[in-house]
């Protein structure tokens, strides 16, 4: 099982992208985050999940420049090894989305506001949802 280990601090980020379908409707999408805290371990988990969209021939944006995130809050990890899912509220990318455009996420660790330990919480990946024009591309 391939995981992310991140360190307990602020620049702690994980990085994606995906090429959206032609059905995409360019609006917003939600994040699931998927994580196993392998210690036994319940304390709170915070993070901040941000989005831009770009098309061909544009250039991605600086994620410092304060593109808009959302939290993706657990009050309490499961622990003990077993599958944790925590899910955002609606992400709006940054930049003018088109269907067929290429998305770019970014996850960064609050620091601050996690006390569970990151040493041992393995983060699996994320699920990314969005709504369709069309039931076909």
């Known amino acids: 099982l ?5 360190t307990d601090n602020d620049a702690s980020t994980i990085s994606g992208s995906v090429k959206m379908p032609d059905s995409w409707d360019a609006g917003t999408v939600t994040f699931e985050h ?7 371990d319940t304390a709170v988990l915070n993070g901040d999940i941000a989005a831009q969209c770009r098309g ?6 600086d994620w410092a420049t304060g593109l808009a995130e959302q939290a993706i809050d657990a009050a309490a990890v499961t622990g003990s090894g077993k599958n944790d899912f925590t899910t955002s509220a609606a992400v709006t990318p940054a930049g003018t989305c088109a269907a067929g455009d290429m ?6 660790l609050d620091a601050g ?4 330990a990151v040493a041992t919480l393995q983060h699996v ?9 069309s039931r076909s591309d």
């Open 2 to 6: 391939w995981t992310i280990i991140c």
């Open 56 to 61: 061909n021939g544009e250039a991605l944006a």
């Open 103 to 108: 998305l770019y996420f970014r996850y960064q």
């Open 125 to 133: 990946g994320f699920k990314m949802e969005y709504n369709v024009t």
């Open 113 to 116: 506001g996690t006390t569970t």
């Open 34 to 40: 998927v994580y196993i805290q392998t210690a036994a």
